[in-house]
């Protein structure tokens, strides 16, 4: 039985930081629900930050960068969360994005989220995150999880947990309308013949 293949993309800074956390209760609610084999992959920004800022300058990635935008091209679903500065998304978060082929999320199964101090920036997941990801035409869960700094001291429940919850079983039900991943993944790893690939772009 093939996995279906979440990746999680993780633009936190600091280590330890509140959006690897998040992202990691995202990731184990989304496994839960989907009740079939899940294959993860983490990918964190912060290691990758010097590679996608060359490839901005060059165009070209370096192996490990395309390692990294091959994983997200090749999901069933992802998870991106991103640290909310300035009312929005981190550049970071932005840039990783910007080098990844315009066409790889069409279609993908995608949660949002974001952390950040106060609960005040939680639009940003409305009017800066949604937009990025419907631009790339994504298929986006309704429900999108932001934590703030309360969310992670307070003792008591601030719906934290009901969100997180909520999303990944709305992540997990776009997964499951998918095509099996067995389908899927033999399509994405077969080799087009020469050919093949001519005849797709000759005159009818």
Same mark, same amino acid.
């Given at each position: 039985m093939h996995p279906y293949r979440l990746v999680v993309v993780t633009a936190g800074l600091s280590q330890p930081s509140s959006t690897r956390l998040l992202a990691d209760r995202l990731a184990e609610a989304t496994r839960l629900a989907v009740e079939h084999p899940v294959e993860l992959r983490v990918i964190e920004l912060r290691d990758l930050a010097t590679d996608v800022a060359k490839n901005m300058v060059t165009g070209f990635p370096s192996p490990t960068l395309a390692d990294a935008l091959d994983a997200v091209t090749r999901s069933d679903a992802l998870i991106a969360v991103s640290p909310i500065f300035t009312a929005s998304y981190s550049g970071l978060f932005k840039s990783f994005f910007?080098?990844?082929?315009? /066409? =790889?999320? /069409?279609g993908k199964p995608v949660l949002i989220a974001a952390t950040g101090g106060t609960a005040r920036h939680s639009l940003a997941l409305e009017h800066a995150l949604r937009p990025l990801f419907t631009y790339l035409r994504a298929t986006v869960a309704p429900t999108a999880v932001y934590a703030s700094s309360e969310d992670w001291a307070s003792n008591g429940d601030t719906g934290l947990s009901?969100?997180? /919850?909520? =999303?990944a079983g709305e992540l997990a039900d776009l997964l499951l309308r998918r095509p099996a991943p067995a389908a899927v993944h033999d399509q994405q790893d077969r080799v087009v013949p020469f050919a093949e690939q001519l005849a797709a772009v000759r005159p009818a």
């Open positions: 910007d080098v990844l082929d315009n /066409t =790889a999320l /069409t009901r969100r997180v /919850t909520r =999303a």
